[in-house]
């Protein structure tokens, strides 16, 4: 699964990035990126964290990459190496060029079963991805964002020429992808209860539902994930859960 966005990110955008690749990372799904600042390197970051594999698609060759880039994306590139794979179309030598940055984001689409487009301005680079996507006949999806905000005026517009569908959280994603998150040591069943008695009077929005519970929001799109899988709950068109 392939997440695109802008570098300059709103907090916004890097919770729902982190949230997506936590939760497709936890399903066993290889999270691919481009190792950008901004989105990117939060996909890839976030998959890290839950001890998933993730790819990084560079605009340059890895050499010069590697001897180029500095402080927190070196490091993550590193990270990268020992826990997934950083790839690239061009030399090892080759330097990052307007070009090979569109190459790449044309590349990342190809790898992805699903390109995921959490947050792009107009003439962003994660809109080439977006097209791409759609040009090979991918699944495309768009996070959508508050209107008139500029972070999120490609993706909204993505959704409303129907170009791309609507993500409303990461339990959408894995129904996207026919995955489900795999049981893990720690899972608590409790937790799967109390989501289920909170959501017995009223649906309720992701947000407010992991507030209410005092769950972090990663481990409840887990608990939510599995959830869905089992058919207990399901998410609504406007993103809310509903107890089924």
């Known amino acids: 699964m392939s997440i695109v966005g802008t570098r300059r990110m709103t907090p916004y955008g890097a919770r729902v990035a982190g949230e997506l690749a936590r939760a497709a990372a936890a399903a066993g799904v290889v999270v691919i990126s481009g190792l ?4 990117d390197s939060v996909a890839h970051e976030a998959a890290l964290d839950e001890g998933g594999v993730t790819v990084a698609v560079l605009g340059a060759g890895v050499t010069r ?15 990268i190496r020992g826990h997934g794979a950083l790839v690239s179309e061009f030399p090892p030598e080759a330097p990052a060029q307007r070009w090979t940055f569109a190459q790449r984001d044309s590349t990342i689409a190809a790898l992805g079963a699903v390109t995921v487009v959490v947050e792009a301005p107009a003439g962003s ?18 996070i959508p964002g508050p209107i008139g905000a500029a972070a999120s005026a490609g993706t909204n517009e993505l959704i409303a020429v129907g170009a791309a569908r609507a993500l409303t959280g990461a339990p959408m994603l894995l129904v996207e992808l026919g995955v489900s998150a795999a049981p893990r040591a720690g899972d608590d069943p409790s937790d ?13 929005d992701p947000d407010a539902l992991a507030r209410k519970l005092g769950i972090a929001a990663p481990a409840l799109a887990t608990v939510v994930a599995r959830l869905i899988v089992r058919g207990a709950i399901t998410s609504a068109p406007d993103g809310r859960l509903v107890r089924r």
């Open 65 to 79: 990459y590697l001897a180029d880039a500095g402080g927190r994306r070196r490091l993550l590139a590193h990270a």
């Open 36 to 39: 950008a600042q901004g989105i």
């Open 192 to 204: 799967d209860a109390r989501v289920l008695d909170a959501l017995a009077g009223s649906p309720s």
């Open 125 to 142: 680079g994660a809109l080439i991805t977006a097209s791409e996507a759609r040009r090979l006949r991918r699944p495309l999806c768009a």
